[in-house]
């Protein structure tokens, strides 16, 4: 079975600095999909960066990108140059490439982006 | 393209009273998804369809609960006999088929706030 795992509850940075947000996943399938997604205070869930497990080359959307250790079964999310706007829960996630397209979801790490 | 659509956005039952929430998918997304959120346990996977037949039901409480997908235009999740503890958020999310090479990302609609007094 599949399982996500966020160690980090909440973390609080000041603005205008890098941060990286843990995650770690359990799968038995040899092909899969990684993704981060942020929940606002409004409770919007919006797709942020996603990450193809047959890819070596970590992907990169705005200030958001990844950082994939496949060995480690590790994806963490690097936001930089951070903003008071990014202030959210931020949700790890997973599934397979074929097959059932059930998702799995971490818990969730809140940030904080202090001015 | 108005992005998922979820119906009521706000829902107030009594205890032991049915509950009807409706998901309008983005259209041309042939995979939909429910969830419920609570502050307790997160976001929690309910049930999901694919081509509107239903794939995976492992999140879902066996009594109570029940989803459909009638057409391509539109989900439902019923809950008989609300409990307070079915209080939640539940959430509805579609994706298009997402095999090798085709998007796989769930966009998520607004949320139904279930309130079981």
């Known amino acids: 079975a599949q399982k996500v795992t966020q160690t980090q509850t909440s973390i609080s940075v000041m603005e205008k600095t890098t941060v990286t947000m843990d995650c770690v996943y359990e799968t038995q399938d040899s092909s899969y999909f990684l993704f981060w997604y942020k929940q606002t205070a409004s409770g919007e869930i919006v797709f942020l960066i996603r990450q193809d497990s047959y890819k070596k080359e970590n992907a990169t959307v705005g200030h958001y990108s990844l950082n994939f250790q496949k060995p480690k079964s590790s994806i963490g999310l690097i936001i930089t140059a951070t903003q008071i706007e990014d202030s959210a829960v931020y949700f790890c996630a997973m599934r397979a490439h074929t097959g059932n397209y059930k998702y799995v979801f971490g818990a969730g790490t809140r940030l904080k982006v202090i001015a | 393209n108005a992005g998922v659509i979820q119906t009521p956005r706000h829902k107030v039952t009594g205890k032991g009273q049915e509950a009807t929430l409706w998901c309008e998918p983005i259209s041309g997304h042939s995979a939909v998804f429910w969830y419920r959120q609570t502050i307790v346990q997160g976001l929690e996977f309910l049930t999901y369809f694919r081509n509107q037949a239903p794939i995976d039901d492992s999140g879902m409480p066996k009594e109570r609960f029940s989803a459909q997908m009638p057409n391509q235009s539109h989900s439902t999740l019923k809950i008989q006999s609300t409990q307070p503890q079915d209080s939640a958020v539940y959430l509805c999310?579609?994706?298009?088929?997402?095999?090798?090479?085709?998007?796989?990302?769930?966009?998520f609609g607004p949320g139904t706030r279930l309130t079981v007094l």
């Open positions: 999310a579609s994706s298009l088929d997402g095999d090798w090479g085709v998007s796989a990302e769930q966009f």
